[in-house]
């Protein structure tokens, strides 16, 4: 019985584009199918489908950085997904270009032995206030003021499991998994933690009256409530945003659905010896 892969390629990158004419023919010629993006297709005189068509496939094959993985990842709902790197790090992209087809084969080939495929399955976040939700973040929540940098701030009070952590005027705070540490909250000043670490990292960011990062379980409920701002932000992997009024909280768990990272894993510790 065909199976259904999807494949999707950073925009307007030739060498991904290229790559995923390479992984379509593999796909047709051993008899499954194949979903291309809208904008790959173009590229290659393909037929092609939004993204978020791919959700239900076998597993999602993203072409690019880091960037395209989170996108990706948004789109697709719960489907597994296998990174191929094009990026200058790739902590969520295991595949070297070089290897993407025979790690496409053999994912295949474990589908069509094994039903399904297997990975490591990463929590989500949810970020919701009364009358809204935003769409799971695998890296981390971010609330900030107008704007980032000068007179862009706000008052955010941060509680954990109803318990006052921190309160301070500040450019904001986030909410990381552990998966996403090595993201804004490391550029914030944060801790590296270790993907397979089943944790959440709350972080000011460049709060006048700072508290270092904190740790905690990664069941915990943190709330960041915003102040002495006309307005506020709550956004998701930096994409997807909600407006906050004054005196209004934003709740951030753990998302109901994680994600599979599909085929090999990334190997922490030689990624990190890739940052600047």
């Excluded at 390479?22 to 393909?46: F, P, Q, W």
């Excluded at 399904?116 to 799971?136: D, K, M, Y």
């Excluded at 069941?219 to 915003?226: A, P």
Aim: aromatic residues 4%; hydrophobic residues 45%.
């Amino acid at each position: 019985m065909a199976v259904t892969v999807g494949i999707v390629a950073q925009r307007e990158n030739e060498r991904a584009q290229q790559l995923a004419e390479s992984l379509v023919g593999l796909v047709e010629k051993r008899g499954d199918d194949v979903l291309v993006d809208n904008a790959t297709a173009e590229a290659i005189d393909s037929s092609g489908v939004p993204v978020d068509a791919m959700n239900g496939c076998a597993f999602v094959v993203s072409i690019g950085g880091d960037g395209t993985f989170l996108f990706v990842a948004r789109e697709a709902g719960d489907t597994p997904l296998l990174g191929v790197n094009l990026g200058e790090v790739g902590f969520l992209n295991a595949v070297a270009p070089a290897n993407a087809v025979d790690a496409v084969a053999a994912l295949l080939e474990e589908v069509h032995t094994q039903g399904a495929v297997s990975g490591r399955s990463v929590s989500r976040l949810t970020a919701r206030g009364e009358n809204w939700c935003l769409e799971p973040a695998l890296n981390e929540v971010v609330v900030h003021g107008p704007r980032r940098g000068p007179a862009g701030g706000l008052t955010v009070d941060i509680a954990v499991d109803g318990e006052s952590y921190a309160s301070s005027w500040a450019d904001g705070a986030l909410v990381a998994t552990s998966t996403g540490s090595t993201a804004y909250n490391l550029s914030d000043g944060g801790p590296l933690v270790h993907p397979t670490v089943d944790a959440l990292v709350v972080t000011q960011m460049c709060a006048a009256d700072a508290r270092p990062s904190l740790i905690v379980d990664g069941d915990s409920e943190i709330t960041f409530t915003v102040s002495d701002a006309e307005t506020a932000w709550a956004i998701s992997d930096g994409r997807n945003r909600q407006p906050l009024e004054p005196g209004e909280t934003v709740t951030v768990t753990r998302a109901d659905s994680p994600i599979t990272l599909a085929g090999p894993t990334v190997d922490f510790f030689e990624a990190l010896e890739k940052l600047e």
